[in-house]
């Protein structure tokens, strides 16, 4: 049931231009960044050759693109969660997913599903992106590896943010502009957390994702982002069952 | 409907929903056996939908029970809803899907078994006249063909209960004349409630009726009852040279009359016992009124709301 609800969310995704412009976008923009720090690496390449201990190709231009990500994630997510939960509400279409012998759960875990399948197709671009540096060079697979299990961790985290917050709206703008919002604020936090001791370090999910930047894929980080996405479809699932209950 | 099977497919007794101290509907019960339609009629904001809501899972009731077969809706929703089919008022469809793409949706998530998935989808498109539609996007297609789509959804998965609210609001008479012999062809085998506020629509299709006014059931019976109650309360007489109001007023002692239009009087406020239709005629024969039409008109919708609602309720 739950493949059937992500199945049906996929097919409108990509029925509008919103999924196709969401993806051109994103392939353009890191495209860009990924192309400049090749560029950047073979100028600098000769000078590195004679520095002990170098960072190497991955870390000079497929990390980088990695960092960009997450402002491009932060930026077209919402743009994709908008629409899941507040325009079945206001199409009034909520109602042919709740007369149907579905639960609360499959209707939100089902939109997730389909939003961590577009992350996946972003993350696959990412990756080809990355891998075609195999022809020329050696990449540090492991540390690719990590990037993309943040970035995709991190995705997840947003998604659920952003489902969570076309629950509470009829608008799809609005879920927009709450959800760019929230992840600003995150993105704030995490520029005011510059001592490494303060607790904004702790909550920060920038500064989460940073570590897996750096290649360290460490419990407490993975915990975070899981709490994260548990707590916010936990939320979202509560929140339309109260409609149910009290609206 | 004696001949019907009387097992009972929806009972729901003392429904009652709360918005904080607004009462929407309250105490209202439904029992509903196979092969019934049960018609649900009130102005605007009686409760029809809030009260249709509740029956389909999509509110939860403040006070109150609802069985499908057997099975309490608010214990074991998901079995529960699998027997019930709900086309809401605003027909809950996909506009960026293909009708074919749609039903296909509607058809899994009620977990209609792939085997049965096609037939199901063709049954459903040739009993709403959508097969010709198969491939067209739901948003391109009419009001009226939207509206049918909404129904093939309601019935697609052959649910014991069908529950339409408004089914024929903005459709052409030619339509409405199509959905309301569909909704008596469903009647046949399902049971269904439909929520409308066109008074002749209920005595055309309906079995029983039950009329809502500002969330409480005001009148409970069947078609026969309502059409006894509506008629033999006022005539409509028309004159070549009429009287005047007074003039009727005289010869008429205890009923009310109305001028309709220029020479036509309503007739009302009358008991079945002093049928007045023969004095009408005398009076009309010797005051030479020139009596050429007289009708027995029946009640409209707004009199009998008005009739019901100022009612010691």
Redesign the interface.
């Known amino acids: 049931?739950i493949i059937?609800?992500a199945l049906?969310e996929l097919?409108?995704m990509f029925?509008?231009p919103l999924a196709w412009v969401v993806l051109a976008f994103v392939q353009g923009f890191l495209a860009n960044v990924f192309l400049k720090q090749v560029d950047t690496f073979m100028i600098i390449q000769a000078q590195l050759a004679r520095t002990p201990n170098a960072p190497g190709l991955t870390e000079l231009a497929i990390v980088p693109m990695f960092g960009a990500a997450q402002m491009v994630l932060l930026m077209s997510i919402p743009l994709l969660t908008m629409r899941l939960i507040s325009e079945e509400k206001r199409?009034?279409?909520?109602?042919?997913?709740?007369?149907?012998?579905?639960?609360m759960t499959q209707i939100i875990v089902g939109k997730f599903t389909a939003m961590v399948a577009f992350l996946c197709l972003i993350l696959a671009l990412i990756a080809t992106m990355s891998f075609s540096l195999l022809a020329g060079g050696a990449i540090d697979l492991g540390l690719i590896a990590a990037n993309l299990l943040g970035l995709l961790l991190l995705g997840m985290a947003f998604s659920s943010i952003g489902i969570f917050i076309s629950c509470l709206t009829v608008h799809p703008v609005v879920a927009a502009v709450m959800t760019l919002a929230v992840f600003m604020g995150f993105w704030v936090i995490g520029l005011a957390a510059s001592d490494p001791g303060s607790w904004l370090n702790w909550v920060s999910i920038s500064k989460r994702f940073e570590g897996f930047l750096d290649g360290y894929v460490s419990l407490p980080d993975v915990t975070f982002f899981v709490v994260v996405i548990a707590l916010f479809i936990f939320l979202s699932i509560r929140k339309l069952d109260s409609e149910?209950?009290s609206? | 409907m004696a001949d019907k099977d009387h097992s009972l497919t929806l009972s729901a007794t003392g429904l009652t929903r709360k918005y904080g101290n607004n009462v929407a509907v309250s105490d209202v019960s439904l029992a509903l056996s196979k092969g019934e339609i049960i018609g649900l009629l009130g102005p605007n904001g009686a409760g029809k939908s809030t009260t249709m809501?509740m029956i389909?899972?999509?509110?939860?009731p403040t006070e109150g029970s609802i069985k499908v077969c057997g099975i309490d809706l608010i214990d074991d929703?998901?079995?529960a809803?699998?027997k019930?089919g709900?086309l809401?008022?605003?027909p809950?469809?996909?506009?960026?899907?293909r009708v074919n793409?749609y039903l296909k949706?509607?058809a899994?998530?009620?977990?209609v078994n792939s085997k049965r998935l096609v037939s199901a989808m063709d049954i459903a498109k040739e009993r709403t006249g959508l097969t010709e539609m198969s491939q067209r996007l739901i948003g391109s297609l009419s009001k009226g063909f939207q509206q049918r789509v909404g129904i093939a959804?309601a019935i697609i998965h052959e649910p014991e209960v069908v529950i339409l609210d408004e089914p024929t609001v903005g459709l052409d008479p030619n339509q409405i004349i199509e959905i309301r012999s569909l909704i008596k062809e469903l009647g046949e085998d399902h049971s269904v409630i439909l929520s409308t506020h066109i008074l002749p629509e209920v005595e055309a299709i309906c079995d029983s009726v039950q009329i809502l006014h500002k969330g409480k059931v005001v009148f409970d019976d069947d078609i026969g009852g309502l059409r006894k109650f509506r008629s033999g309360k006022s005539i409509q007489a028309s004159f070549r040279a009429p009287p005047t109001k007074k003039a009727l007023e005289d010869k008429l002692t205890n009923a009310k009359i109305s001028l309709v239009r220029e020479g036509v009087y309503r007739i009302s406020g009358l008991k079945l016992e002093d049928d007045p239709t023969d004095a009408i005629v005398q009076h009309s024969v010797q005051e030479r009124w020139g009596l050429f039409e007289l009708v027995g008109a029946q009640a409209s919708v707004e009199e009998v709301f008005v009739e019901l609602t100022t009612q010691d309720v």
């Open positions: 049931m059937v609800i049906k097919r409108s029925a509008s199409n009034q279409t909520m109602a042919l997913l709740v007369s149907a012998p579905v639960s149910r209950l609206a | 809501k389909t899972g999509n509110l939860a929703p998901i079995v809803k699998t019930i709900y809401p008022e605003i809950p469809v996909y506009k960026e899907l793409e949706l509607v899994k998530l009620h977990k959804q």
